[in-house]
């Protein structure tokens, strides 16, 4: 029986970066969990708590749109906010550091016209308004809830806890 795994996250985490490198390592072990990616901001505009991770997000729904591989996605994404500083505020400084993996020019153009921005404020309302995430990284399966504790996330055992146990 396939069950859905929905991840709630945002680039800009530390914690999520740790969370998904766990997540890569345990995932194979468990064929029958689906992950289902919902992205979301952090820290809104106009709230200013460091970068703001839009342009990432729509990056983000750009990239399933055109289908690229979205763990490659991810990985860059993450890189670009927290390892290698990237200005990801930036839409020319975003779209260089992923032209090997999009079309720039379609890439960029659709991030200058916020192609996706309604997507991503969808994914926010459905993190913070229906599916009660006040902190990421967030995980859903079926009833049971992960919620990171702010400034502390989720250990690999939480993880591997709830993949174990999806009919809880």
Request: proline share 5%; hydrophobic share 35%.
């Amino acid at each position: 029986m396939k069950h859905e795994l929905h991840i709630f996250f945002d680039y800009i985490c530390p914690y999520r970066l740790k969370a998904h490198n766990h997540l890569k390592e345990l995932i194979p072990d468990y064929p029958d969990v689906t992950i289902v990616w919902h992205p979301c901001e952090s820290h809104p505009r106009p709230d200013r708590y460091g970068p703001h991770s839009d342009l990432c997000i729509q990056g983000y729904f750009y990239a399933v749109d055109k289908g690229i591989d979205i763990l490659e996605f991810h990985e860059r994404m993450y890189q670009a906010a927290q390892k290698e500083h990237v200005n990801i505020e930036d839409i020319d400084a975003l779209t260089e550091y992923v032209s090997d993996l999009v079309d720039a020019d379609d890439f960029r153009l659709s991030l200058q016209l916020g192609t996706y921005r309604g997507k991503l404020e969808e994914s926010n309302k459905l993190a913070f308004e229906n599916s009660g995430v006040w902190a990421v990284p967030a995980y859903r399966m079926g009833a049971l809830k992960l919620d990171a504790v702010e400034n502390v996330g989720v250990s690999k055992e939480q993880i591997r806890h709830l993949l174990k146990n999806p009919c809880m």
